[in-house]
């Protein structure tokens, strides 16, 4: 039954093309304000119009809505392009609201013309105790009805940077007395002596968010314009603007909103993740703990992680607080996908094989990838001296750990059965080698009944003599908080985690020398690794994606 499984979204649009709208005047856009790097709630918002360009196949536009040249900058417009691309979508028209800025500006004045704005020039203090409250209407400025010819000539010279900031806007007249307070003459022109980043100082005078968004999604032909639901207030806005320039023959858009997506243990807002950068509290808009998509990128996120997060988590009408690990199983269940396994060990500890011929190596096969028999095998070497993990070995051991313990077995992964036999430690009685004896006869794939012996656990190893020593960045969640911005009365920062970076020193098989910036590897039995761009000729620098499960505790 298909119906059921449609969105509210979806649901809005085909009871349109029920109605008789044409499926080829479908369109859409996905309107980033260019003042921040995208996040992980955006990511719902670019599924969603993408998502539906692609379901009916409709053009979708990427419109900028720069129209806050103190704020924004190219640097944002590129990374948003780039976050777009990578996420796997296309858009069918890159626009700007700021490419508009002389046709809303002559709609404006058409609006002067039919008494329905004038040049208020007050303080902003002044108009907002004049906004009234929802239960008491507002009072009109003293400059609602200035004549035509003055407004006129006022917003002229706003435009041409006569004024300074502030000392004039131009507002809408609607109704003082709306429940809506939003109707309560809107501002939509303030004066900003400032250059913007694509038109210059061409402009000292910028629309609102509210008088230039519907017009642009006009002027661009969409159909349904989905906005998160703190606009839900603004509609009335949005279509009293339409009115005022609606023409019958095109096609009139119509805003529906739905609810943002938060995620928990860190912010999603550009304005919040702008301050952990300009602060310090990250090494930038891409560091691999940040909900940005740029961040999530360079923690080994791939775009179908993403997009597939999206999507379960779909569309709904409520605000809610999704749990990070969600988007841990997506990236999770992907990454076991494509990712090659291999071996490295994270907080080594020696272990010597006493019987295995001093001085000899040899070169045994690995399976790449279980989940993916094309992906082949490799050689990993093997030797008398092995790295182990420090966890994968107790002195005294209950029946539970199926690990190595003194006088038990158990295999060396794609090698060999082993017995642990002794220990030396230091004066302080920590753990400096681990001595073992293996069976010859029972090397991994050899087919010999040894090598079929059913042992208990399975460790992961690199040879010492052909390890190679990576550095490793371990991350734990950003804030400690489930939800850092849910209480106003606490700054969000006070939850940042001070231990949300470890940076160690693994050692890797040396087939990992190889390895470039964007490889995403499984380190068997440990998680999901990336190689990041700090990476030199010198040193290979890994980031951890996610731990093979979801071992974080509530
Ligand atoms: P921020 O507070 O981070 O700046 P914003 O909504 O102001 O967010 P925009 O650049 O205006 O950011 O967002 C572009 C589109 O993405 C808008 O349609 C917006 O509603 C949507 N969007 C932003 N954040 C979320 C979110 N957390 N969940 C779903 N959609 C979102
Ligand atoms: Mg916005
Ligand atoms: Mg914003």
């Given at each position: 039954n298909e119906e059921k499984s449609l969105n509210f979204i979806e649901l809005i649009i085909e009871e349109d093309l029920k109605r008789g709208?044409?499926?080829?005047?479908l369109r859409f856009r996905f309107p980033p304000e260019p003042n921040g790097y995208l996040h992980i709630g955006h990511a719902s918002s670019i599924c969603l119009n993408f998502g539906l360009g692609l379901k009916y196949n409709a053009p979708v536009n990427l419109r900028f809505?720069?129209?806050?040249?103190?704020?924004?900058?190219q640097e944002y417009v590129d990374a948003i392009k780039r976050d777009v691309e990578w996420l796997g979508f296309e858009w069918a028209e890159e626009r700007?609201?700021?490419?508009?800025f002389q046709q809303l500006y002559d709609w404006a004045i058409d609006l002067i013309k039919r008494d329905l704005a004038y040049v208020d020039s007050q303080s902003s203090e002044e108009m907002a105790k004049q906004k009234g409250t929802p239960t008491q209407h507002g009072t009109a400025s003293p400059?609602?009805?200035?004549?035509v010819a003055e407004n006129l000539e006022l917003f002229e010279k706003m435009k041409n940077g006569e004024f300074a900031e502030g000392t004039h806007v131009l507002r809408a007249k609607?109704?003082?007395?709306?429940?809506?307070?939003?109707?309560?003459?809107?501002?939509m022109y303030r004066i900003l002596n400032k250059s913007h980043h694509?038109?210059?100082?061409?402009?000292h005078i910028y629309p609102m968010y509210d008088w230039a968004h519907g017009e642009s999604d006009y002027i661009e032909g969409v159909s349904h314009s989905f906005c998160t639901m703190e606009f839900a207030m603004h509609r009335e806005l949005y279509d009293w603007f339409l009115d005022t320039v609606y023409d019958a023959t095109q096609t009139r858009p119509k805003q529906r909103e739905f609810a943002r997506r938060n995620l928990s243990h860190t912010v999603v807002s550009k304005r919040k993740l702008l301050q952990l950068v300009q602060e310090g509290h990250?090494?930038?808009?891409?560091?691999?703990?940040?909900?940005t998509i740029s961040g999530l990128r360079r923690r080994g996120y791939t775009p179908m992680a993403i997009r597939n997060f999206a999507d379960t988590i779909g569309i709904a009408k409520r605000t809610n607080l999704v749990d990070v690990s969600l988007l841990e199983f997506c990236v999770r269940e992907d990454l076991n996908k494509i990712a090659p396994r291999v071996m490295a060990v994270l907080d080594p500890v020696k272990l010597i094989i006493d019987n295995y011929p001093e001085g000899e190596e040899e070169w045994l096969d690995a399976e790449n990838n279980p989940e993916d028999e094309s992906a082949g095998s490799r050689k990993v070497p093997f030797a008398k001296e092995l790295y182990i993990e420090?966890?994968?070995?107790?002195?005294e051991a209950s029946r539970k750990f199926f690990r190595l313990t003194l006088g038990k077995e158990v295999r060396l992964k794609n090698a060999y059965i082993i017995k642990g036999e002794s220990v030396v430690k230091d004066e302080k009685g920590n753990i400096t080698e681990i001595h073992c004896t293996y069976d010859?006869?029972?090397?991994?794939?050899?087919?010999t009944e040894a090598s079929m012996r059913k042992v208990k656990g399975t460790l992961h190893w690199v040879s010492v003599q052909h390890a190679i020593p990576a550095e490793v960045r371990v991350y734990d969640r950003l804030?400690?908080?489930?939800?850092?911005?849910?209480?106003?009365?606490?700054?969000?920062?006070?939850?940042?985690?001070?231990?949300?970076l470890k940076v160690i020193t693994g050692y890797m098989e040396?087939?990992?020398?190889k390895a470039k910036e964007g490889e995403q590897y499984q380190f068997q039995r440990l998680g999901y690794f990336c190689v990041d761009r700090d990476t030199t000729p010198e040193k290979i620098v890994f980031n951890k994606t996610v731990g093979l499960r979801d071992t974080w505790a509530k």
């Amino acid at each position: 039954n298909e119906e059921k499984s449609l969105n509210f979204i979806e649901l809005i649009i085909e009871e349109d093309l029920k109605r008789g709208f044409e499926q080829d005047k479908l369109r859409f856009r996905f309107p980033p304000e260019p003042n921040g790097y995208l996040h992980i709630g955006h990511a719902s918002s670019i599924c969603l119009n993408f998502g539906l360009g692609l379901k009916y196949n409709a053009p979708v536009n990427l419109r900028f809505d720069d129209t806050n040249p103190a704020k924004e900058e190219q640097e944002y417009v590129d990374a948003i392009k780039r976050d777009v691309e990578w996420l796997g979508f296309e858009w069918a028209e890159e626009r700007y609201a700021s490419d508009y800025f002389q046709q809303l500006y002559d709609w404006a004045i058409d609006l002067i013309k039919r008494d329905l704005a004038y040049v208020d020039s007050q303080s902003s203090e002044e108009m907002a105790k004049q906004k009234g409250t929802p239960t008491q209407h507002g009072t009109a400025s003293p400059f609602r009805n200035r004549p035509v010819a003055e407004n006129l000539e006022l917003f002229e010279k706003m435009k041409n940077g006569e004024f300074a900031e502030g000392t004039h806007v131009l507002r809408a007249k609607i109704d003082m007395t709306s429940s809506n307070m939003l109707m309560r003459d809107p501002i939509m022109y303030r004066i900003l002596n400032k250059s913007h980043h694509r038109t210059g100082s061409n402009w000292h005078i910028y629309p609102m968010y509210d008088w230039a968004h519907g017009e642009s999604d006009y002027i661009e032909g969409v159909s349904h314009s989905f906005c998160t639901m703190e606009f839900a207030m603004h509609r009335e806005l949005y279509d009293w603007f339409l009115d005022t320039v609606y023409d019958a023959t095109q096609t009139r858009p119509k805003q529906r909103e739905f609810a943002r997506r938060n995620l928990s243990h860190t912010v999603v807002s550009k304005r919040k993740l702008l301050q952990l950068v300009q602060e310090g509290h990250v090494t930038g808009w891409d560091d691999p703990r940040m909900s940005t998509i740029s961040g999530l990128r360079r923690r080994g996120y791939t775009p179908m992680a993403i997009r597939n997060f999206a999507d379960t988590i779909g569309i709904a009408k409520r605000t809610n607080l999704v749990d990070v690990s969600l988007l841990e199983f997506c990236v999770r269940e992907d990454l076991n996908k494509i990712a090659p396994r291999v071996m490295a060990v994270l907080d080594p500890v020696k272990l010597i094989i006493d019987n295995y011929p001093e001085g000899e190596e040899e070169w045994l096969d690995a399976e790449n990838n279980p989940e993916d028999e094309s992906a082949g095998s490799r050689k990993v070497p093997f030797a008398k001296e092995l790295y182990i993990e420090r966890e994968d070995f107790k002195e005294e051991a209950s029946r539970k750990f199926f690990r190595l313990t003194l006088g038990k077995e158990v295999r060396l992964k794609n090698a060999y059965i082993i017995k642990g036999e002794s220990v030396v430690k230091d004066e302080k009685g920590n753990i400096t080698e681990i001595h073992c004896t293996y069976d010859p006869d029972s090397r991994s794939g050899s087919g010999t009944e040894a090598s079929m012996r059913k042992v208990k656990g399975t460790l992961h190893w690199v040879s010492v003599q052909h390890a190679i020593p990576a550095e490793v960045r371990v991350y734990d969640r950003l804030f400690t908080h489930e939800n850092p911005d849910g209480d106003k009365e606490v700054d969000f920062k006070e939850y940042i985690n001070p231990d949300s970076l470890k940076v160690i020193t693994g050692y890797m098989e040396p087939s990992l020398k190889k390895a470039k910036e964007g490889e995403q590897y499984q380190f068997q039995r440990l998680g999901y690794f990336c190689v990041d761009r700090d990476t030199t000729p010198e040193k290979i620098v890994f980031n951890k994606t996610v731990g093979l499960r979801d071992t974080w505790a509530k």
